[in-house]
């Protein structure tokens, strides 16, 4: 049977990048939400670990093999079920690299060249401006409609992608016939944390002293936040344009206690920032600390984890192969 395949449940596809370890704005942005939707038991949830991405970036092929095992111990330690969801590695998949290159013949250059992600990418990286940065939102589109998803939960720092992803999916059903979904968005409520050290940037990797990894030591993340940058004044309240800084501690303290930042602010109305900073500290140790115990024991045993990466890899391509069939006949490259 030809036409988009429809599953019992919506599939919902997502993915992280194997570049290192997790911190607290890759949680809150989407690991948190990837748990909660896996287990709204709405979906039929594939979660990849997009190591064709990653290379984009100047990386160690020495490494690369366990930032892999560390993105995928970190997908189980922070809720992934394999029962539930489908976990994989995106190079164990063919189809990913073949659907990226079809669809690469029906994107406009001039749809690459404005995406804001690229622009800012190659400003950091000017020394290895690659194709693959980039044409990276095509790939990412070919990630997304292998597996005919109706929602993809992004930051919104990724709707430009998943902008571009809907049009490649019009346009080819429009060229060839319908064979693809468009995908709808599903924004994240903490889509955005800031820098500890730098409240105008998005906490990035990039900048390890301005982050607060998932499975950083205790007295690690009491340090970080006592060095938060927060402002001159000593009133707390929670104003994101006067207070950046101060604002980013309350929504990191609100988004793991369930308590809206201004409420949280009222809580600690006339004490000192210095109380603030050490009550999320304990609030931060307390939240990971069974993340931080599963992922040492997780990747102390690899083949563990290498069992779950190929099962669910296998899983995966019998979906993304059938994808692949229907998209070469439409397009006349079967015999």
Same mark, same amino acid.
């Given at each position: 049977m030809h036409g988009i395949i429809r599953n019992m449940k919506p599939a919902l596809v997502s993915g992280i990048q194997p570049t290192g370890r997790l911190h607290i704005g890759n949680y809150l942005g989407a690991l948190k939400n990837f748990v909660d939707l896996q287990n709204s038991g709405d979906y039929q949830c594939y979660f990849i670990v997009v190591d064709l991405h990653s290379i984009t970036e100047n990386f160690d092929p020495k490494e690369k093999n366990a930032q892999i095992l560390e993105t995928a111990a970190e997908y189980l330690a922070g809720g992934i079920d394999p029962k539930k969801s489908v976990l994989f590695l995106q190079s164990q998949i063919p189809a990913h690299s073949e659907l990226s290159w079809i669809l690469s013949s029906i994107t406009p250059i +001039? %749809?690459? %060249? *404005?995406?804001? !992600?690229? =622009?800012? =990418?190659? +400003? *950091? !990286?000017n020394a290895n401006i690659n194709v693959g940065l980039f044409t990276y939102p095509v790939l990412m589109a070919a990630d997304i409609l292998l597996y005919s998803p109706r929602v993809v939960p992004v930051g919104d720092d990724q709707l430009q992608h998943l902008e571009l992803t809907r049009t490649l999916a019009r346009k080819f059903n429009k060229k060839f016939g319908e064979t693809f979904i468009e995908p709808k968005d599903l924004l994240t409520k903490t889509s955005r944390v800031m820098s500890l050290k730098d409240p105008s940037r998005k906490m990035s990797k990039s900048q390890p002293e301005g982050c607060l990894f998932l499975d950083d030591s205790p007295e690690q993340i009491k340090s970080k936040i006592a060095r938060a940058v927060t402002d001159s004044g000593s009133e707390i309240e929670y104003h994101p344009e006067k207070k950046a800084g101060l604002a980013n501690l309350l929504e990191i303290y609100g988004a793991l206690t369930h308590i809206e930042p201004h409420l949280v602010a009222k809580e600690f109305s006339g004490q000192q920032y210095s109380a603030l900073k050490k009550q999320l500290a304990e609030v931060v140790t307390d939240y990971f600390a069974q993340f931080r115990t599963d992922k040492k024991a997780l990747l102390a045993k690899p083949a563990g984890l290498i069992k779950i990466l190929n099962a669910g890899s296998e899983q995966a391509a019998k979906v993304a192969e059938k994808k692949m069939e229907e998209v070469k006949e439409k397009i006349g490259l079967a015999l």
């Open positions: +001039g %749809e690459l %060249e *404005r995406m804001t !992600q690229y =622009k800012d =990418k190659a +400003g *950091r !990286q």
